[in-house]
C-alpha cells in the first residue's frame, strides 16, 4: 500500500513539474538571431531606444518615408513569439515606402530588447505603450493617425493594447490567439500532445503564479469590441497548427465594425506572408491606406 501511494504521490510530482516547466520553458524563448536590417532593402533607418513603464530599455528601428516637411501617419510593427525585429522588415519597408513612419522593435527578452522572460501579452503591452509613447516624441509624426501591426503575440498584444489605450486609428493582427488559456489548451494538446486534464489548468496555475496575474487578463477576444470604432483587420491562416484559423474566426465576430477578415491556406504557423506573396504587404498597405490617409 505504501508503494502505490508513493508511486501516486511520485506521478503527481511529475506532472506539476512537467507543467511547471512548460511555463518556463515557453515564457524564456532562445533569443531569435535572424538580423535583416531595412539597409538590406536599400532603406535608411535609425537605430531607437526607448523605455518601458517597468524599465526596461527596448530597441527599434524607425524606417522614414520618402516625403518630410509634413505631418505623416506612423504605423508600429509587433513580431510574434521568439522572433525580433527583423521578421517583417519586408512589409515595414514597403509601408515606409507608402508615406509612413514605421517603428519595428524587439519586445522584451527578444532581440536586443532588455529583459529575460516574456509574459505572452501581459507585460508585452508596456511595451506597445512603450513604442506608442516614443512616436508621441517624434515632431514629424501626425499623433492622429498611428496604427499598428502586429503577428502572433505580437497581434494579440495589439489587439490588447489598442483596447486598453484607445490610440490606434488602424489596427492589422495575423494570427493572434483568442486568449491565452485557449492558447495553452492548443500548445498543450497538439504542440506537445498532452492531455488537457490537468496540463492545461497547471499551466495557467503556474503562469498565474510566476507573473502574479490572471490568465483572463490575456483575454483578446473579450476586449476586441472594445476597439471601435477603430478599424479592425484580423489575418488568420488556414492549415494552420499552433494558432488554428478558428482564432481569428472568433476574434472577427466578437470585433464591432469597421472589421475585415482574410484567411489564408497556410501550411504551418507563420505562413500567412509566405502563402500570400505580393498580396501580403499591399492587402496591409491597402488596409492602412483606408484608415489612416482619408
Known sequence: MKTAVNILLGIVLLVIALSFILVYANTHPPRYPLNVPPSDYQRDYENVTFVTKDGLTLAGWLIKPDRSGRKTPAVIICHGLGANKSDFTDLAV??????????????????????????????????????????????????????????????????????????????????????????????????????????VGLSVLGYELYFQTRASNIDPESVIGAIAPAPVLIIAGEGDDMIPAENGRRLFQAANEPKELWIITVGGHGGTVAAAGNEYNKRVGDFFDRYLKQ
Open 94 to 199: 514597403f509601408l515606409a515606402r507608402r508615406g509612413y513612419l514605421v517603428l519595428t522593435f524587439d519586445f522584451r527578452a527578444h532581440g536586443d530588447s532588455k529583459g529575460s522572460r516574456t509574459s505572452l501579452g501581459y507585460h508585452e503591452r508596456k511595451d506597445v505603450m512603450a513604442a506608442l509613447h516614443y512616436l508621441s516624441t517624434r515632431p514629424e509624426v501626425d499623433q492622429g493617425r498611428i496604427g499598428i501591426f502586429g503577428f502572433s503575440l505580437g497581434g494579440a498584444t495589439a489587439i490588447l493594447a489598442a483596447a486598453e489605450t484607445g490610440k490606434f486609428k488602424a489596427i492589422a493582427a495575423d494570427s493572434a490567439f483568442t486568449s491565452l488559456r485557449d492558447q495553452a489548451r492548443q500548445a498543450i494538446t497538439g504542440f506537445y500532445h498532452l492531455p488537457a486534464f490537468p496540463f
